[in-house]
């Protein structure tokens, strides 16, 4: 990554959320034959370690994202076992689908419970630890979908827009401990988010929606499985990135995410020029 800042290369401690299957497991692995050390976490320790197997610098630990009692119990399990966190991974997450009109206000807090809060759960536990270090990486993985919204993505879109809002904020204010953050975006990688251990869909409740509904539903089914990015490289590069001095705040993951950034840039440009006379001339006139 010639464009790149200086590397450092020294063993990590990394803390990944959401180990115990999809793009979290991928990350663990490729962590551990980078030769640092995980605490890989997920609701079920059973099926974090048999994603990943027994190994000497694993620990798996119990984690609901959603329970911060849960999450600060890990890091210090984390701390406990291995004297210092250096690369927060934010991977946990679900995915409800549906038009706005058919999630259930319970069902949109869910989501927003799981991939805004969560990853605030986690880092407010984290913080303290790196903190006391002057140095640490958190890296959340956000989507493209927190840089476009798209129909039938209403409750995801929000959660991961609330995302990208707070790890910005945040970025400024922990930079002066020598803490990093990075969001990832990315496209549709081969994980398991569309499956239905994933995914929830909304009810269909409105005719009016119903066939765009079905034929959605149809065509993300079909892509199951199909996706175009890999998540094994993903997390290869996720590891090539933690070892920059300074990582990048967003990094786009996949051909498909970089095509929506500059869609996105271009948009943004076009429309602050389109009403630029009006939008600029909207100065109080009094003294």
Not at 191 to 203: C, D, G, H, I, N
Not at 268 to 287: C, E, F, K, V
């Amino acid at each position: 990554m010639s464009e790149q800042t200086e590397k450092t290369t020294q063993k990590k401690v990394w803390f990944i959320t959401g180990a115990g299957r999809g793009m979290g497991t991928d990350i663990a692995k490729a962590a551990l034959a980078a030769g640092h050390a995980v605490v890989a976490t997920g609701r079920s320790t059973e099926k974090v370690l048999q994603a990943l197997g027994e190994k000497q610098d694993l620990l798996a630990v119990k984690l609901d994202v959603k329970n911060p009692d849960d999450a600060t119990a890990a890091i210090q399990a984390a701390v406990d076992r291995f004297g210092r966190i250096d690369v927060l991974v934010n991977n946990a997450g679900n995915f409800y689908a549906g038009f706005f009109e058919e999630i259930t206000a319970e069902d949109f807090r869910a989501q927003i419970e799981t991939t805004l809060f969560g990853p605030m759960n986690v880092t407010r536990a984290v913080l303290p630890v790196m903190r006391a270090q002057r140095s640490g990486l958190v890296v959340t993985i956000s989507s493209t979908a927190g840089i476009t919204g798209q129909e039938f993505c209403s409750a995801y879109a929000a959660s991961k827009f609330g995302v990208e809002g707070w790890a910005e904020s945040l970025a400024p204010e922990i930079a002066p401990f020598g803490i990093r953050t990075m969001l990832v975006e990315p496209g549709f990688f081969r994980t398991e988010l569309l499956s239905p251990e994933s995914t929830r869909y909304a009810a269909p409740t409105i005719e009016d929606y119903a066939p765009r509904a079905e034929q959605t539903i149809t065509g993300w089914r079909s892509m199951n499985g199909q996706q175009g990015g890999d998540p094994a490289k993903l997390a290869e590069a996720l590891i090539e990135l933690a070892e920059l001095d300074n990582p990048p705040l967003h990094f786009a993951a996949g051909a498909d995410a970089v095509e929506t950034f500059e869609l996105k840039a271009k948009d943004l440009i076009s429309q602050s020029d389109a009403y630029r006379q009006l939008s600029t001339n909207l100065a109080h006139n009094g003294a």
